[in-house]
C-alpha cells in the first residue's frame, strides 16, 4: 500500500552556471509529494499523515522564504549576507532533481527510526518547481535481518 502527502514552499534560487535564464536569480513556488510505501498497521495506516508532516516540516521550515544557495556560489552568499537574508547551502546546485536526492537523503538521515518503525519499503520524491516541469527519485528500503544487527535497515539506490 502507498499513501503520498503534499508540501508547498516559495523559495528564490539560481544556477550559477546555467545557459540560459536560470541563472539569474527567481523564484518558485515549490511542490513538492512524498509517496512511501509499506504494510498497514492496525489501525488501517502505512503512516500518519501527521507523523510524516512532523519529519518534513523542519525542512520546509528551512526552505520557506529562503534562497536555496549552491555551496560556493560565494557571490550570492556575499549578497544574501549584505541583505541579512535568509538562505539554505545545499552540496550541489538547486536543481530539481538534486532537491529530491537532498530530501530522500534528510528522509533515511533524519527519518531512520521513523522508517523502521513503519516498516516502510521505498521512498518516492517528486518535486515540481513550475506547472511545465518535474523531477521525480525513488529509493529502496531494504529490510536484511541476517544482514544487519539489531534490527537495523540497510539502504539502496534502484
Ligand atoms: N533538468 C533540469 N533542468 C532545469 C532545471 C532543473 O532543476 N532541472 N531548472 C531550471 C530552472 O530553475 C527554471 O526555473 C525552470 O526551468 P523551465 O521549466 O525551463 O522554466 P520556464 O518557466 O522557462 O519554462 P516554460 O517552458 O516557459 O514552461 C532550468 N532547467
Ligand atoms: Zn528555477
Not at 522508517?115 to 518535474?134: M, P
Amino acid at each position: 500500500m502507498k499513501i503520498a502527502k503534499q508540501f508547498r514552499w516559495e523559495g528564490a534560487h539560481r544556477l550559477p552556471n546555467h545557459k540560459g535564464n536560470c541563472r539569474n536569480l527567481h523564484g518558485h513556488s515549490y511542490k513538492m509529494t512524498i509517496e512511501l510505501k509499506g504494510m498497514l498497521n492496525e489501525e488501517g495506516m502505512v503512516v500518519d499523515f501527521a507523523d510524516l508532516k512532523a519529519l518534513i516540516n523542519p525542512l520546509i521550515e528551512a526552505w520557506d522564504h529562503a534562497t536555496l544557495v549552491a555551496e560556493g556560489d560565494e557571490d550570492l552568499i556575499n549578497v544574501l549576507n549584505t541583505l541579512g537574508s535568509k538562505y539554505f547551502v545545499l552540496p550541489y546546485n538547486s536543481t530539481s532533481e538534486n532537491l529530491c536526492q537532498f530530501v530522500i537523503d534528510f528522509i533515511i538521515k533524519d527519518g531512520y527510526s521513523f522508517l523502521i518503525k513503519n516498516s516502510i519499503s521505498e521512498i518516492r520524491v517528486l518535486i515540481r518547481e513550475t506547472d511545465t516541469c518535474y523531477a521525480e527519485l525513488e529509493r529502496s528500503v531494504i529490510l536484511s535481518e541476517e544482514e544487519i544487527p539489531n534490527s537495523a535497515y540497510s539502504v539502496v539506490n534502484i
